[in-house]
């Protein structure tokens, strides 16, 4: 399924070097002022070309909205966001087909979908796909309204010193990864379920779906493995259920508690590092010493990001109007 | 929604000091030999009171079978496990209810469900519900046949050597977490999707579902986000996909790749330590040191990789039938 | 899927000769006052052994809640309702196997099964799991709170006058069919939604659920095919939406418009009529006459218009969770 | 919800008078030959303007496919149909706002979107969006491959024979419904499932999505409450389950037998009629007469047939990918 949420869902479609990508949203509630202008601002965040270590490849990434919208408002009715496709050079990856690149989905997409995958640029499987996803966090964004939704890059490569990192990958000329981590602030109590709909669980499941994560912790997180219980609980001190401490990372039992969320995410490095690799030649059967074609970032972390507040922003939209915090008409 | 699954769909109900705990299964395929005994050797794994660490309360924890088995096989209809409760002493929480536990879902459920929730020992919100959990899973892996899932405790309260670990909590008398660690073999190339239903987002989904699960990370983890793009990819070896290194842990493009998956979960200290704490008196409105009655584990990450296998199972039993690897029908 | 329902969501389990029949209730909203004796009024209606042509097969048909209720409430976690099968006469059935009953799911139920299905009294396909949606039915009325649900037989074997129709199968020593109207008063203006949520396609799923039915039709239904546009358009006479003609039953464009909901039913005789009837003897491949043995209704649809009334309720408790009119924890 | 299935999955969107129609396809099996080509029998169908009784609107109706095919053959990634609406009058109907068209969804729109509704020419809730249902019911039909599926209007305004019906509609200046029969022949014997999914369940709940829809039944139908059971049971002839007669047509317990898969249902007289009528004028608060403007059909039901056989065929694709009847790749 390339879906995801109960009431506010969102549907992806697309391929890097196809016609075009895109989401369709149903459930987004009447009456939300909309425009694409309140898309640029997140798409700008995401697109590569402007800082060291982005992929020059540059989309123009204007937002076409084709359903939904009438005299400037959301009606009801589905959303479709449309990209076009105009900057691709498929035939840098036609050459490579038959050498699937390690940390791609190629070789198992083919094994998959028995070889009828677009496997251009990676086809569905694509980071292209994030862009349609950073405008529907845009738009949930405006939903979730008072909700204030943080994401940084912490460290890269190793290095707390952001710039530090990508000199260090430059000066390398190879690849690396990274840390974001997201805070989130105003937040209602209770949001979420026992359970299968743990905020956590929600979104952990989305954050997932973003491509080149490879780990989340709430919190604390890992390193609350390694404390005692009496140093991680954080104490209640009021009836707003503030806390003194904050190790939960603003979640109890799977639900909000009125502090900070507060969650990290491992990147991993960009696969498509420019060193020399070895992969399995399809074709001969042979292993080869190959080097990747195309454009790629040499830290995808960099524009990670704003999909991740994307993802967030999705799914508390999604379980604000389950929970019906928000109506399904806005006033 | 207290279920999980698309196929093979499991609902949990149930609260720790009510009537009963149990789960409700759809889409089991028919034809699968099955009886209270095939569950027998996984409940006995998540039993507290056998190991210094674990809780003394002991309930019988027999699964009863209410419906969809006939002559020892299932039937294609819905499998009630029904368990019931008898070893409760909801006294013991009654009393403490004014003061909402730190740690626990106390303060937010009763935010949440307006006070109406059943509060005695976590209620709804209590791990005695990973009981039903751990009895689906065990159906779960005879579904999915000859896949192994391994799932150990590599690390507690910083400790690799375990034992150590819980002494040094029994000795500081208070509570600790630990690291999970979870291996799966076996498994075909492709399983899982792109983006939404990638098997880290349903993987992560339903770890998370688990109570006391603060990070999850797959292969190389958090650590792949210091490592450069030329070391951290997995050169494919062979036709059947084999990689050299496996940092990715068996999942690319949200897809495994039959190589062996690898995920750790960290598991915070448990919320109910013996030692005094601090947290607000409801009723008087101000802030009280107290102590935890009721009967604890003081590391309740003992008991989990029981639980993170049975849900791995789950994830996996519903992605082989949707995927069609395995039948609606046994034969 | 055995299950139904976005938000308020039932999920039935149970075998007319196992051990139970029952339902798992997700989703219903907390602080609902709720006990046994509020199921007691419907699920005596929906009892056998009343009146002529009604079977003699009784169980005592008592509800238990398992999970879900505290202190006379509900606690917003899922409810269980149990009822225990204690009045089965399996060995009628045993000997019949080898000849599917015309009518009966025995032959496709065999075919889709493998074989696996408990084919005792029509096992999970039976009548009997109309019980539990009965039960569901009444917490959902509960819910829907001043909103007016009202089914009864309107015809039995084509006669308007119930009775008259009785007597003929009586008579005829034959079973014999019925027409059930529905009618719903109370409802809000604009429920359900265009396309794939309409209102009747919620409704018609749910009924086409019940066993025997065989057609439904809202407002004037099969007659508006005759009709003229002019004839058939019910003019608009106030702000409230309410119309001179109700020839729509109270749905325009998918969604209530205020007005009487008006459906009905056609419930087939039952199947297990007790005249001789002709099938395959699956053993000897060759024709057999045979005469059902068991205990029947001449007419089912007698039981059937409160079963109906539960699934409308059901259907519409759903809907009005979905769309905020009744909230996740009632005051 | 604007989305239907659970395997092979479709979500709408569009408006009348908006940019576009079309239709996401989500779960479709790779490797199927696939072009416009393939679309346009079944558009040209539905089509207005070829014979007497339908609107003189003619839209291209070209469909473009934006995502999910490659090579001609889909991929298994989502299929985005769209189709541009160009011919459209809007001044027609915003001139008509204030006075809700009796039968259309004009009032209840208004009320349930807060007046965002794109309200020319019914919006969202225009039957111009049975135009991508049929594009998405020619590939559905294109998947279950040897399955036929007809439907045929076997009635207007009362007459069976259709011409006769439609010159009595001219002749009287008015709109007529009709009666359209579906009949399915080729499925396989077990095909959907007790209660929730069953066969009918599914079918009606996609047949009511469809515009104008006022009643369904299956086999015998609404006569059947008027027979006895000994005439109404269908004897098993043979060990394919084929039967003496059909009045089940083609269901029982919820699942195929095997035999012809019939059912028929009611379509309204178009609401459009060309006649006066009268409504409310919801700005004056008083009723008035009107003559309804835009190009409108004198009998939808024309091209009901076509819609019916699309949601059909979307009903089975997804049930026979479910029950793995056909698989994830075509080889």
Same mark, same amino acid.
Request: a negative charge; charged letters at 25%.
């Given at each position: 399924?390339n879906?995801?949420g109960?009431?506010?869902?969102?549907?992806i479609f697309?391929?890097?070097?196809?016609?075009s990508?895109g989401?369709?949203i149903?459930?987004? @509630?009447?009456g939300?002022?909309?425009g694409p202008e309140?898309l640029?601002?997140? &798409?700008?965040?995401r697109k590569?070309?402007?800082?060291?270590g982005t992929t @020059?490849?540059?989309?123009?990434d204007a937002p076409?909205?084709?359903? =939904?919208l009438f005299?400037?408002?959301?009606?009801?009715?589905?959303?479709?966001?449309y990209?076009e496709?105009?900057?691709?050079?498929?035939?840098?990856?036609?050459k490579?087909?038959?050498?699937?690149r390690? =940390?791609?989905a190629d070789? +198992?997409a083919?094994?998959?979908?028995?070889? $009828?995958?677009d496997?251009? =640029?990676?086809?569905? $499987?694509?980071?292209?796909?994030?862009?349609?996803?950073?405008?529907?966090?845009?738009i949930a964004?405006?939903i979730?309204g008072? #909700?204030? &939704?943080?994401a940084?890059?912490?460290e #890269?490569?190793?290095?707390a010193?952001?710039e530090?990192?990508?000199?260090?990958?430059?000066a390398?000329?190879?690849?690396v990864g990274?840390i974001v981590?997201c805070r +989130?602030n105003g937040l209602p109590?209770?949001?979420?379920?026992?359970?299968?709909?743990a905020?956590?669980?929600?979104?952990?499941?989305?954050?997932?779906? +973003?491509p080149?994560?490879?780990?989340i912790?709430?919190g604390t997180? $890992?390193a609350?493995?390694?404390?005692?219980?009496?140093?991680?609980?954080d104490a209640i001190e009021?009836?707003e259920g503030?806390?003194?401490?904050?190790?939960? =990372?603003? &979640?109890?039992?799977?639900?909000t508690?009125?502090?900070e969320?507060?969650f990290?995410v491992?990147?991993?490095?960009t696969?498509?590092?420019?060193k020399?690799?070895?992969s399995?030649?399809?074709?001969?059967?042979r292993?080869e010493? $190959? #080097?990747?074609?195309?454009?790629h970032?040499?830290? &995808?972390?960099?524009r990670?990001?704003v999909v991740?507040?994307? +993802?967030?922003a999705?799914?508390?939209a999604d379980l604000f109007?389950?929970?019906?915090r928000i109506?399904?008409?806005?006033?």
């Amino acid at each position: 399924m390339n879906s995801f949420g109960q009431i506010f869902r969102i549907n992806i479609f697309g391929e890097s070097h196809g016609e075009s990508v895109g989401i369709l949203i149903d459930g987004c @509630p009447a009456g939300l002022p909309l425009g694409p202008e309140d898309l640029l601002a997140d &798409i700008e965040r995401r697109k590569g070309g402007q800082q060291p270590g982005t992929t @020059p490849r540059k989309e123009e990434d204007a937002p076409h909205f084709k359903s =939904g919208l009438f005299q400037g408002k959301t009606t009801g009715a589905p959303i479709l966001i449309y990209f076009e496709n105009n900057n691709t050079r498929s035939s840098d990856y036609e050459k490579q087909r038959s050498i699937p690149r390690p =940390g791609h989905a190629d070789f +198992v997409a083919a094994k998959k979908f028995g070889g $009828f995958e677009d496997y251009r =640029g990676s086809g569905h $499987f694509s980071g292209r796909l994030t862009l349609p996803l950073v405008a529907a966090g845009a738009i949930a964004k405006k939903i979730v309204g008072a #909700v204030r &939704i943080e994401a940084m890059l912490v460290e #890269v490569g190793g290095h707390a010193d952001v710039e530090k990192g990508i000199e260090h990958a430059i000066a390398n000329k190879d690849s690396v990864g990274g840390i974001v981590e997201c805070r +989130v602030n105003g937040l209602p109590i209770g949001l979420g379920e026992p359970f299968f709909d743990a905020t956590e669980s929600l979104l952990a499941h989305a954050v997932f779906a +973003v491509p080149a994560i490879r780990g989340i912790e709430f919190g604390t997180g $890992f390193a609350a493995a390694k404390m005692f219980g009496s140093e991680h609980n954080d104490a209640i001190e009021d009836s707003e259920g503030a806390t003194r401490t904050n190790h939960a =990372g603003g &979640i109890v039992g799977g639900l909000t508690n009125g502090n900070e969320l507060v969650f990290r995410v491992a990147v991993k490095p960009t696969s498509s590092t420019p060193k020399e690799q070895r992969s399995l030649n399809t074709s001969s059967g042979r292993q080869e010493e $190959f #080097v990747i074609k195309g454009r790629h970032d040499l830290c &995808i972390a960099l524009r990670v990001p704003v999909v991740i507040e994307a +993802v967030t922003a999705i799914v508390l939209a999604d379980l604000f109007m389950r929970e019906q915090r928000i109506g399904r008409v806005l006033s």
